[in-house]
Structure formats: structure tokens, C-alpha cells
């Protein structure tokens, strides 16, 4: 019995992490089509405030509260400088996130230094029967449950969603209601690098902190928004939760490998069937 | 529209810029000194063993300079940054031995990217040293593998956990070649032990969740971890290990932690009590060493991290080397290499070390420490002189020179 409720934990685990990490790039691509192929170093920057404030005496909270502001910021810096230029033009786009990705690591290779940094990850561990759980894995699928709610009242609960939501439909009918679809280009981009900024905070005290650790989830999150299609929160909290579901399963009951090789099969074979991904099928119906 | 006027300005403008970004170093320099090549990870997960070594190699390399140099020739190292790319080690390697003609190779840090370059040394009959702990085996007429290895390390390790920790192991293996040769020598010592392997699992060096891993560890209920873990990724086992608060419940052994000062990465409650064994650690109190980290800490900050095993091999292998050249009176790779065959032996700082001129290793006294609350390690245990009997047993380049191969161990 405990060895069950501890699995769920772990499956709950890896579809939370799965669902926060791709939550920013659901809204940058999602939303607003931009192939953000620097999504990964986004998270780098939330994982380096973390690291920051807690060296200068912060406690981890606060640095990860700090997380989405500072990258949020930098993502409306580089959406005003590079971004809104490139807008209907994906190849360009894609260029241009794969030059500030590489930039980003090679700035932060330079002022961080490239040596991996550690992050004690906070709060002890419980006992469930036999075995023990790191209390931190529940904080993370509470925070991942507060941000998906927070993001699903926000877009669908309050003016500035159904603006943002407006926009990305038909923005000529929005510029001539008086609200300036440039600013919520901006503001959007901004939400999307702010979220990137708050997964890889979180991410931060579970793995270590090197310049280099958006490679170790662009590819994962870039699949999840891909097979979730455009619908932002649905689609992507489905196509997590299968994926999710698929690696940590086989994960669990083989070893790691198998369960990466299950969720990239799981995702070819969605992506064959869903070619506009799993929203698709909700699309269609309407 | 572009004019014909106008396109040949450019071309010559980029035919121009092209020929001096190529034009060698000023030609009299290059005649007095002697270039000597490296390849090491300074950037990616790996760079956690590189950075010491690149620092090891820079000491290693003016210390030689300083005391007048190879054959009466100041050294000049040509360096590159191979990013945890085994692509860039081939590309680097070919272009060290061809186009900037090095005396000798040394780099490479996993045993995929030594076997990356491997290859390249021996198509094109250079010199090349492997300075780093590894799997054991390699036996090849062109290289010769300084760091410490399976005999010397697992062979010490796991007859001393199954009689202080109990007989049932757990195997957590980084999953490419070092990590399943490796696996491979556990499984014979523990059989030599009679101990018993409950479970071996292989994990691919860019996992960072190990959730599934340890609940399995748990259920198994091993007397001890086993761990083979590589690289900045894996370190996210210890954190989630004592995340778990397993770390007080199951002893964890490695041959691998601490080469890439995970110890540091990691925080002391998280990584303390973590037993490792290696020739070299920082706190060996000899007087050489005493010396040579007062001389490292001089040059590169009191406050450096740590000063790893494979900082210390770096070391070892640029003076055997340099040792050979004299000794030789030759660059010539066969020259060089009948020298490093003579017998020679070395004061290290981790103390005297010997090459052996059959199998191109180096015999080792190696010591057993615990990871303690300061970042570093207390050594409690020493065994002295052994030589690497995994290679050795098998491989003889003084009887039969021509090999390029590593063997493995077999059941």
C-alpha cells in the first residue's frame, strides 16, 4: 500500500514538473506562436536567481519568489529588443532564440563562472510506511497545482485574459477597441518568461545549477507543448499528464531509459494521430 | 546588384581575412619551443572533472618550464575546450596532431571521449596520455593511462564494504562504456567477496530525476550503494538521496564521487559520511604534497574549491612525460614511449608512483576516506603499492608491442 501511494507521489511528481516547466513555452508558442528556442535558458535564469539570492543570505522562498519578476523582466527586455521584430517570421525567430540562447549561456558562463552550483533542497523527508519521501517533491506539485489555477483564473477570470486571449485571435479588432495588441504581445512574452523563470526556480534544489541545464529540458518541453497543441492550459496540462504519466510509469517499473524511450515513442505516435496535438481533438468538436 | 568591381573587393576582403586569420605563430618563437597538446572539458556536465585538470595542466606545465623545460626547450601547450562533446574530442585531437604537430597529446576525461581520440592517435602514430581514474583495460602501444583504476580501486572497495556494511549490493552505473566495464569489475570482486548484487541500473548522464531510482533502492534494501555515477547531472542523486533521508539509512561507496568536487556542489549534511577511495586527496600529509598545495594554493587562490585525484594524475603524467623526453633525448613518439617503458618512477604529491613498462600504467598506493563536514575527505585506511592488476594481467606491450585494443573484463 505504501509502495503504491509513494509511485503515485512520484507520477504526480514527474506530470507537476512536466506541466510548470512547460507552462512558459505553452504560452510563448502556444499562445502567441513564437518558437522560443531559448525557453530553456529562461529557466537557467530563474535556477541563477535562486542561487544568487540565496548566496547573499536570502532564504530559498524568497529567491524563488524573486524567480519570476527578474526573468519576466528579461523577457520583456529581449521581447522589446529582438522578439516583436521577428513576429510571423518562424524560421527568423528561431534563428534569432538560438543566437540569444547560446548568448545567455556563454553571459552567464561568464559572470557565473561555468562550475556546477548546488542548492540544498529544503525541508526534510517523511516516512510512509517503509519508505521515505522528500517533502520538497509535495511542495512542488502544490506550487505546479497554485500556478496551473492561477494561470486558468487569470486567463479565463479577468480582463487581461480575455485581452491576451483577444489578441492572439484577431488583433485588428482588439487595436480598434483602444488596447494596443503591441503591449500585450509584450506583456504575454513576458508572462511566458516569467513562468520559465518560476519552473527552473523550482527545478533549482533538485538538480544543479550550471549554465548549461536548459539543454536538460528544451527538448522534453518543447514535445509537451507540441503534442498539447494550442490550447494553453488544457492542452498542455493533458499532454503532460500523458507523457508524464508514460515515462514515470515505465520509469518506475524498468529503469530511467526506458521511460524517456516510452514518453518520445507515446509522443511520436500522439503526434501522428493529433497533428495539431491533443487540443486538436477539443478544437475539431467545436 | 552587385558589380564585378564590387565583388571582387569582397572576395578579396574575405579571401584576405581568411589567409591571416591563418598565418602560423611568428615563425622564431615556434622553432625554440616545444608544442604540447590538451584536450579538456572547461564548459557542459563534465567540466566538473575538467576545470581542476585545466589548472593542473597550467601548473604542470610552467612548473616544467620553470625548471628549464623539455631537452632544454620551453613548452608551449595549445589548448581546447572540448564542451563535453565527444564530437570536438576527434575533431581537436586530428587537428593537435596535424596541424599544430604537438610532442605530445594528454586530455580526455570519460572514457567515451578517450576512446573518441584513441583511434585518431594511433592512425596517425602519436603519443598520447590518458590522466584520469577509469575502467582499466586499454592497451595500446601509443597510450599510456596514469590515472587510478579498477585493481586499485574497486578491488579495494568492495571487499571492505561487504565486511563493513553486509554482502548485498546496489549498482547505480552512469550508463555508457566506463559505467558498464565498471559494473562489470564489481560484479567479479563481489564474487571474489561473496557478497551479493541485488540490482545494477544504468542511467543515462543527462538524468536528473532520480525518483523511480531510489524507490527502488528502497524496496531492495541493499547493505550498500554502489555508485558509478559520472558527471554535474548525477549529482542530483546524493541531493535527492538525502532528500529522501536515505543517506542515513544506506551507506553510499563510489570510486567516482569527489573527482569532480561533488562534495562541494553538494552540501555537507547532504554528502557527508560518503565513503571514496583514490591515491590522491588534498589532505594527504606528506611532505610533497604539503609543498605542492601550498605552491597550488599560491597560484591559484587560498580559496581554491579542492584539488581533485584527477587535478593530482594531470600532474604525474606531464612529468612522466617530460621525465621520458630527457631521458630519451627525443621528441620521437618511439623514443619517447622505449623511455616511459624503462622502469621510471616519479615523486608525486601523492606520493612515489612507478610506471609500469608493460601495461603503461602506474602503480598506486590508495587510500579510503570518508566525506566530512568541511567539503573534504579524512582518510582512515591506506593500502600501499598495488599495481593495476585489471590491465596488467592481460596486456604486455614489451611482449607484443603491436596492440591498439582495451580488454574487458569477462565471466
Given amino acids: ?286 | 546588384m552587385l558589380t564585378r568591381r564590387q565583388a571582387l573587393r569582397r572576395f578579396g576582403a574575405a579571401s584576405l581575412g581568411l589567409a591571416l586569420a591563418d598565418l602560423p605563430p611568428g615563425r622564431g618563437q615556434a622553432a625554440e619551443e616545444i608544442v604540447v597538446g590538451t584536450l579538456l572539458d572547461s564548459t557542459g556536465p563534465i567540466n566538473i572533472y575538467g576545470l581542476p585538470m585545466v589548472d593542473a595542466t597550467r601548473f604542470a606545465i610552467d612548473d616544467i618550464n620553470a625548471s628549464g623545460g623539455v631537452l632544454g626547450r620551453k613548452l608551449r601547450v595549445v589548448q581546447f575546450d572540448t564542451q563535453s562533446n565527444n564530437q570536438l574530442y576527434t575533431q581537436y585531437a586530428t587537428q593537435l596532431i596535424l596541424e599544430s604537430k604537438v610532442a605530445v597529446l594528454m586530455g580526455g576525461i570519460t572514457s567515451a571521449s578517450r576512446e573518441a581520440v584513441r583511434p585518431v592517435v594511433d592512425k596517425y602514430g602519436a603519443l598520447y596520455f590518458y590522466n584520469e581514474q577509469y575502467e582499466g583495460g586499454v592497451c595500446d602501444k601509443n597510450v599510456f593511462c596514469t590515472g587510478v583504476t579498477p585493481a586499485q580501486q574497486i578491488g579495494n572497495l568492495v571487499p571492505w564494504s561487504v565486511q563493513e556494511y553486509g554482502p548485498k549490493f546496489y549498482t547505480l552505473a552512469a550508463d555508457y562504456n566506463y559505467g558498464h566495464i565498471s559494473a562489470d569489475w564489481v560484479k567479479l570482486y563481489l564474487q571474489k567477496s561473496k557478497g551479493e548484487l541485488l540490482a545494477q541500473e544504468f542511467i543515462p548522464l543527462d538524468v536528473v530525476d532520480f525518483g523511480s531510482v531510489i524507490q527502488r533502492i528502497e524496496s531492495a534494501r541493499p547493505s550498500v550503494v554502489f555508485s558509478l555515477l559520472v558527471g554535474g547531472n548525477h549529482i542530483a542523486f546524493y541531493r535527492q538521496f538525502a532528500a529522501a533521508g536515505l543517506n542515513k539509512k544506506i551507506p553510499v561507496v563510489s570510486p567516482t564521487f569527489g573527482l569532480g568536487n561533488e562534495q562541494i556542489v553538494l552540501k555537507p549534511e547532504e554528502a557527508e559520511g560518503i565513503v571514496v577511495i583514490y591515491p590522491y586527496f588534498q589532505e594527504l600529509d606528506n611532505e610533497a604534497n604539503r609543498k605542492w598545495v601550498a605552491a597550488w594554493h599560491q597560484r591559484f587562490g587560498a580559496g581554491y574549491p579542492y584539488i581533485t585525484d584527477s587535478a593530482s594524475t594531470v600532474w604525474n603524467g606531464w612529468h612522466l612525460w617530460a621525465m621520458a623526453a630527457d631521458k630519451a633525448g627525443s621528441l620521437e613518439p618511439a623514443k619517447v614511449i622505449a623511455a616511459l617503458e624503462s622502469g621510471l618512477t616519479f615523486d608525486a604529491p601523492e606520493g612515489r608512483i612507478a610506471l609500469d613498462p608493460q601495461s603503461h600504467h602506474v602503480v598506486h598506493t590508495v587510500h579510503m576516506a570518508r566525506v566530512n563536514d568541511k567539503k573534504g575527505f579524512t582518510i582512515f585506511k591506506t593500502v600501499e603499492n598495488v599495481e593495476p592488476s585489471d590491465t596488467k594481467q592481460v596486456c604486455d606491450l614489451i611482449a607484443k608491442p603491436g596492440q591498439h585494443t582495451q580488454y574487458t573484463p569477462k565471466f
Fill in chain 1, 1 to 286: 500500500m505504501d509502495q503504491v501511494l509513494v509511485t503515485a507521489v512520484g507520477v504526480l511528481f514527474a506530470i507537476s514538473t512536466l506541466v510548470l516547466l512547460a507552462l512558459g513555452l505553452a504560452v510563448i508558442f502556444g499562445m502567441m506562436g513564437v518558437v522560443n528556442l531559448a525557453q530553456g535558458e529562461f529557466l537557467m535564469l530563474g535556477a541563477y536567481t535562486v542561487l544568487v539570492s540565496t548566496s547573499h543570505g536570502l532564504p530559498v522562498w524568497a529567491g524563488m519568489a524573486l524567480a519570476p519578476f527578474v526573468v519576466g523582466a528579461i523577457g520583456v527586455l529581449f521581447e522589446r529588443s529582438i522578439i516583436r521584430f521577428l513576429y510571423g517570421r518562424p524560421l527568423d525567430t528561431m534563428l534569432a532564440t538560438w543566437g540569444l540562447s547560446l548568448a545567455l549561456v556563454g553571459a552567464v558562463t561568464l559572470v557565473m563562472g561555468p562550475a556546477t552550483e548546488g542548492i540544498a533542497t529544503p525541508l526534510g523527508s517523511i516516512e510512509i510506511g517503509r519508505y521515505s519521501l522528500s517533502v520538497y517533491r509535495l511542495v512542488v506539485i502544490a506550487i505546479t497545482g497554485g500556478t496551473v489555477l492561477a494561470a486558468y483564473l487569470v486567463l479565463g477570470h479577468t480582463r487581461a485574459g480575455l485581452v491576451a486571449r483577444a489578441t492572439m485571435q484577431a488583433p485588428g479588432l482588439v487595436a480598434a477597441s483602444g488596447v494596443d495588441p503591441r503591449h500585450v504581445f509584450m506583456a504575454t512574452f513576458g508572462v511566458g518568461a516569467a513562468l520559465a523563470g518560476l519552473a527552473g526556480a523550482v527545478m533549482a534544489p533538485l538538480t544543479g545549477v550550471v549554465p548549461s541545464m536548459g539543454l536538460a529540458f528544451i527538448a522534453k518541453i518543447f514535445i509537451t507543448v507540441m503534442v498539447g497543441g494550442s490550447t494553453v492550459l488544457l492542452g498542455t496540462a493533458a499532454s503532460s499528464g500523458v507523457l508524464g504519466l508514460a515515462e514515470s510509469a515505465v520509469s518506475y517499473v524498468s529503469t530511467p531509459i526506458y521511460g524517456q524511450v516510452a514518453m518520445l515513442t507515446l509522443a511520436l505516435v500522439l503526434l501522428r494521430l493529433l497533428p495539431d496535438g491533443i487540443s486538436g481533438l477539443w478544437r475539431e468538436r467545436r
